[in-house]
């Protein structure tokens, strides 16, 4: 895993069922940027507390990693808060299905000061009261659920269909200053569909993306990080303009510059062809 990218710029986010925790030493070694160990949709309720269990065991003994836990309308939040909120190397929580900005705030006191929470957006409802739930303290950074709103809604899996829902969220990311939003998983194999569906997340702002097994991670870390264009295209500008500006013209040249010093910022946190 590339522990060394910061979780407000982390891509790819690995879910990883709590329940096969034979699989968790090799998730943490995978290409994803996070992993999230998920006690939620996919552990039936009469695994819940094994799978509670196993999460608990694992980053206990000195692991690191996300945990996406149950929604607050059911009796397993609190288990899972209960067991994880004295955990050392907890990275975060996923809090599943959150509908208010209460929700995030409840689960905040729950854990220990400080405790990072994505926050997953999966209904009309939450999407509704995505702006309340940003601006709750705890939040940081919004996830979309997109299987189970598309289940809400009854809207397809199109591009048109879901662009909605992806910018509503971008928006209202950059207006609470969260780092960008992560889209739903992909869930085709299909290596054409992957880098499409990765590229539709960049296109449409979100900077990070679930993924269901490790071999997707590649594709989203691809399309998430500055190409070596980009990366050429930056460093022309920043060399024609100057890191202090002394070189700007007009009122574009500004602009240009900060989005050239972003990507060359986002390159060497990713590792892509920045060697100065």
């Not at 690191?64 to 009796?75: E, F, H, L, M, Q």
């Not at 998430?224 to 990366?231: I, N, T």
Request: net charge negative; charged share 25%; glycine share 8%.
């Amino acid at each position: 895993m590339a522990t060394s990218i910061a979780p407000e710029l982390a891509r790819s986010w690995l879910l990883v069922p709590g329940t096969a925790p034979e699989k968790f030493d090799a998730a943490a070694a995978s290409p994803a940027d996070a992993i999230v160990l998920d006690l939620e949709d996919a552990v039936p309720a009469a695994s819940k507390a094994d799978a509670r269990a196993a999460v608990a065991h694992w980053i206990s003994d000195g692991s690191s990693a996300w945990v996406r836990i149950n929604d607050t309308s059911t009796p397993h939040w609190a288990d899972d808060l209960a067991a994880l909120s004295a955990i050392p190397h907890l990275a975060g929580v996923m809090l599943a299905k959150t509908e208010s900005g209460q929700q995030v705030d409840a689960t905040a006191d729950a854990m220990p000061d400080g405790t990072r929470i994505l926050v997953l957006i999966e209904s009309a409802t939450g999407l509704e009261a995505a702006p309340e739930i940003a601006r709750a303290d705890g939040t940081f950074r919004l996830v979309f659920g997109s299987g189970d709103f598309r289940r809400d809604t009854g809207m397809s899996d199109s591009p048109l269909a879901l662009a909605y829902p992806r910018s509503r969220l971008v928006i209202t990311s950059r207006a609470a200053r969260l780092p960008g939003p992560v889209d739903g998983p992909s869930l085709s194999a299909d290596p054409a569909a992957l880098r499409q569906d990765a590229e539709r997340t960049r296109s449409m702002g979100m900077t990070g993306k679930l993924c269901m097994t490790p071999e997707r991670t590649p594709y989203v870390n691809a399309a998430l990080s500055p190409s070596a264009e980009d990366v050429g295209w930056a460093r022309r500008v920043i060399d024609e303009l100057g890191e202090d500006g002394h070189g700007v013209h007009d009122g574009s040249d500004l602009p240009t510059l900060a989005k050239a010093k972003k990507i060359t910022e986002l390159a060497r946190a990713f590792h892509v062809g920045v060697s100065r």
